[in-house]
């Protein structure tokens, strides 16, 4: 199953600022602005973090941000908190015949 | 705030039907602005889409399930369901219930999960 590509671990300590990338293609990230991102305590629900490619949504911390350049989303997440250490995932709406929604397979953040 | 809440049994057994049910509450699931989505979670994997209705009953859902899997609401329950047919193992997974908003495509209301383990 096609799927968006997503690192599979990133790290940092707290404070400092990572990156998680997201690629697709030109069915999905390269077409439309419908990316999201979630983040994924075990045992929780996942939590949206970002809409429409950079929207934050009502409560989520302007310590998070996304962008999106070509066929890859970014989501930036600046100010690392022992408590961000998650999973994040990806999620865009698809153009293509079979699927109208992807996800990343997930990246797992650990703070140092 | 809207609270989605999933129910179903937790063991199914291989080549029966797994039904699941979602119950919404703090709004009305009779809206024509979202969907009400099933995705799914196996062990060791990511989130993977099964599908979505809205209130009017149109469904979209994903092709590895489809030809398994129904979907149906109620909207005078404010609740909806996910029934998938001749499970196997590789149907053991939590089942999340979620709320997706049509004109950002974002899950933006998610349930708790339901783990859900087939096995004889």
């Known amino acids: 199953q096609s799927g968006l590509t997503q690192p599979a671990s990133v790290s940092g300590s707290p404070g400092q600022s990572i990156t998680i990338s997201c690629t697709g293609s030109r069915s999905d990230l390269g077409a439309y602005d419908f990316v999201s991102w979630y983040q994924h305590h075990p045992g929780k629900a996942p939590k949206v973090l970002i809409s429409d490619v950079s929207n934050r949504p009502s409560g989520v911390s302007d310590r998070f941000s996304g962008s999106k350049s070509g066929n890859t989303a970014s989501l930036t997440i600046s100010g690392l908190q022992t408590e961000d250490e998650a999973v994040y995932y990806c999620?865009?709406?698809?153009?293509?015949?079979?699927?109208?929604?992807?996800f990343g397979g997930g990246t797992k953040l650990t703070v140092l | 705030q809207v609270h989605l809440q999933e129910s179903g049994p937790g063991l199914v057994k291989p080549s029966q039907t797994l039904s699941l049910t979602c119950n919404v509450s703090?709004?009305?699931?009779?809206?024509?602005?979202?969907?009400w989505s099933w995705i799914r979670q196996r062990p060791g994997k990511g989130l993977e889409w099964i599908g979505y209705?809205?209130?009017?009953?149109?469904?979209y859902d994903n092709p590895l399930v489809k030809s398994r899997a129904t979907m149906s609401i109620a909207t005078s329950k404010n609740q909806f369901s996910l029934t998938l047919t001749s499970v196997t193992a590789a149907d053991t997974a939590v089942y999340y219930c979620a709320r997706l908003t049509w004109n950002s495509h974002v899950f933006d209301f998610w349930g708790q999960g339901a783990l859900v383990t087939v096995s004889s």
């Open positions: 703090g709004g009305s699931i009779n809206n024509g602005a979202y969907y």
């Open positions: 209705i809205n209130y009017s009953g149109i469904t």
């Open positions: 999620s865009s709406y698809s153009s293509s015949a079979t699927l109208d929604v992807l």
